[in-house]
């Protein structure tokens, strides 16, 4: 029994959960007050660096949440049981599908997104408006060439999805965790008790590493484990140390 249930579908919480979680998530970023001694970069670098406006990111944003919500819509109506019946399975059943959908996921934005970083045309062409944001921020988490945004993210879903052989309902679950993780990663700031950091070396800190111009080949997992950078040697150790004006600044280990 769910909240939602004699409500809403669970097809359509699994469509439309994950982008209202997303807008409420990053828009709580977006709202804080500055919290510079939290910061892993400046404002005054946030505006001087980042080469696309924030309307423009805003619409990118909405036109790869349109895009998945048509296929999000799409299949996970078209895999229900046609009797509409759905027998939900046992919690550790459902964990160990979420705990796949996890590790599906990550290997499908890791070699595609190397693959983005490897091939010229790919990135000059599309990979590299997502890093028109030099420093990140929440609401830029999903700032995207629509190809990439269908290429990555929503297939990568899609696949994930259909591999753990999750239902409708918890899918819910996994993708709300997987949006707000993902926010998280493009957050721009430590703060303390943030459980992700805590129980993720893939996390904040770790991401703001691959949008750095010296950690562009570096750090490409995302969103949830470092294990593909670590196995196949694209992992970028750093330390988080204090700027002098206030913050954070994670630097690279190996400059």
Known sequence: MVFWEGYVSDELMG???????YWIYAGFYHLLPPLD?????????EGNKN??????????VLLQQLVQAIVALFLLTTTTNASGVIVQPSIPKQILQI??????????????HRYMH??????????????????PYAIG?????????????????????????????TAVVFFCFAVVKTVDDHCGLWLPGNIFHLFFQNNT????IHHQLQGLKYNYSQPFFSIWDKLLGTYMPFNLVKRPGGGFEARLAKE
């Open 15 to 21: 469509t439309f959960a994950p982008i209202v979680l």
């Open 37 to 45: 001694k939290y910061r892993l970069h400046t404002r005054k670098d």
């Open 51 to 60: 080469l696309v406006p924030f309307k423009t990111v805003v619409k990118g």
């Open 99 to 112: 705990l796949v959908a996890m590790f599906v996921m990550d290997t499908w934005q890791y070699f595609v």
């Open 118 to 135: 490897q091939n010229k045309f790919l990135y000059r062409h599309i990979h590299s408006q997502h890093h028109r944001l030099v420093v």
């Open 141 to 169: 988490a999903l700032y995207n060439h629509p190809i990439e945004g269908l290429l990555l993210d929503t297939v990568g879903g899609a696949i994930s999805f259909l591999v753990s052989g999750m239902t409708a309902r």
């Open 205 to 208: 800190a770790y991401h703001d």
